[in-house]
C-alpha cells in the first residue's frame, strides 16, 4: 500500500487537535480523509479532489467518515452544496480510503475508548501541553515544527497546492 501524505496541526496552547488530514493520488484525482475543528465540534470527511491533476477541480465530500452514503456534498465553489442523489464512492476507492484512514489514525491519532488514552493524557498533562477528544500520539509531536502558535508536520511529498486547495474550501476552522 501506498503511504498517504499527511499534514497535521495542533494549538498546544489553545484547543489542541486542529486539523490532520490525509492524501493518497488516483490520478487523475485526489482522496483522502480529514478530521478537524469547526466550532467546538470535531467534524470528519473523506474527500475526493476530481480531476485535480487537470483542469476544473470538483470537490466531494462524505457525510462524516460514511463512504458508503457516497459523495453527499459538493464544496468546489467553497460553499456547501447538498447533492442529490450523492455520487456513489467506487468500492476500490472506498477500500483504499478505509485502509490508509485506519493506518494513519494508528500511526498518528489517539481517540476517547483507545486502549492507552489515560496514558497519553497524562504525558500531555505532565508536559502542560493541550488536550482534546480527539489528539495526536504523544510520542509523534516531536516530528512537529514548532516555530509559531500552531505546531505543524508535513509529510515529505506533501503538495502544498492541495493543502492550499482544501484549506480554501473545507468546512474546518483551521485556514493553515
Known sequence: MVSPQVHLAYAPRGAGLACAVMYLKAEPDIIGWWIGRQSAEFHTAYFRLAGFYGTGTRFYASEGSDLYGGWKSELTSGKHRELEPPLAVESEVAHRLEQAQDAFCGEW?????????????????????AWSDVCFQFSQLNKFVKHDAVW?????????????????????????
Open 109 to 129: 491519532l489517539i481517540f476517547p475508548g483507545d486502549k492507552d488514552v489515560a496514558e497519553q493524557h497524562q504525558a500531555y498533562a505532565d508536559a502542560e501541553l
Open 152 to 176: 505543524t508536520y508535513y509529510s515529505h511529498n506533501f503538495e502544498a497546492a492541495v493543502g492550499k486547495f482544501l484549506m480554501k474550501r473545507w468546512p474546518l476552522d483551521y485556514r493553515g
